[in-house]
C-alpha cells in the first residue's frame, strides 16, 4: 500500500491486492465475543445490513465509524468476488472521481461497482432501499462461482 499525508498521520491508500486481507481483518476484529455468522455468504450481507443499522442508531463510538463502514465495505467486496466473479481493481484517476475510492470490484460483465460507496450509502441513508443483500441479488454481472 502507498502512504498519502493527511492531519499528521499517514495514511494508507488501500489497494485491490489488500482487499482480502482487509474483509478478513474486519470479521477477525468484529467477532470477537460476539457470534456473528459472517461467513463471506450471500445471506451474511442481512448481517452486513444489521450492523449498518447499528451503527447509524448510535451503537458505535463517533470515532470508529469510518473504519467500520471501511471494514463492511470491504466485507461486501468480498462477498461479490467469492459468490459473484467479480475481482478487485485498482481504480484509474477518473474512475477515482467517479466513485469517490481507491479500489472497486470488476463484474463479469466488465462493469465496475463500488461495495465501499454502497455501504456509505446504506449508512447515509439507511432503509431497506439501500439494503446491501438486495444489492447483490439485483446486481446485473453476477457470475455463479464453483464452490
Known amino acids: 500500500m502507498g502512504a498519502v499525508a493527511g492531519d499528521g498521520h499517514q495514511k494508507r491508500i488501500p489497494r485491490s491486492e489488500d482487499m482480502r486481507h482487509i474483509a478478513q481483518g474486519f470479521v477477525e476484529r468484529v467477532t470477537v465475543g460476539r457470534r456473528l455468522p459472517l461467513d463471506f455468504s450471500v445471506k451474511s450481507l442481512r448481517v452486513v445490513d444489521f450492523l449498518v443499522d447499528e451503527m447509524r442508531g448510535g451503537a458505535v463510538e463517533e470515532g470508529l465509524i469510518a473504519r467500520n463502514l471501511f471494514g463492511l465495505g470491504a466485507y461486501v467486496g468480498e462477498v461479490l468476488v467469492r459468490?459473484?466473479?467479480?475481482?478487485?481493481?485498482?481504480?484509474?484517476?477518473?474512475?477515482?472521481?467517479?466513485?469517490?475510492?481507491?479500489?472497486?470490484?470488476?463484474?463479469?460483465?466488465?462493469m465496475l461497482r463500488s461495495p465501499l460507496g454502497k455501504v456509505g450509502n446504506r449508512f447515509e441513508g439507511g432503509g431497506e432501499e439501500e439494503s446491501l443483500e438486495r444489492y447483490y441479488l439485483t446486481l446485473p454481472g453476477r457470475v455463479r462461482v464453483a464452490a
Do not use: C, I, K
Request: charged share 30%; hydrophobic share 35%.
Open 83 to 110: 459468490n459473484a466473479g467479480a475481482e478487485w481493481v485498482d481504480l484509474d484517476e477518473g474512475e477515482r472521481g467517479y466513485f469517490r475510492q481507491w479500489v472497486g470490484v470488476r463484474m463479469g460483465d466488465g
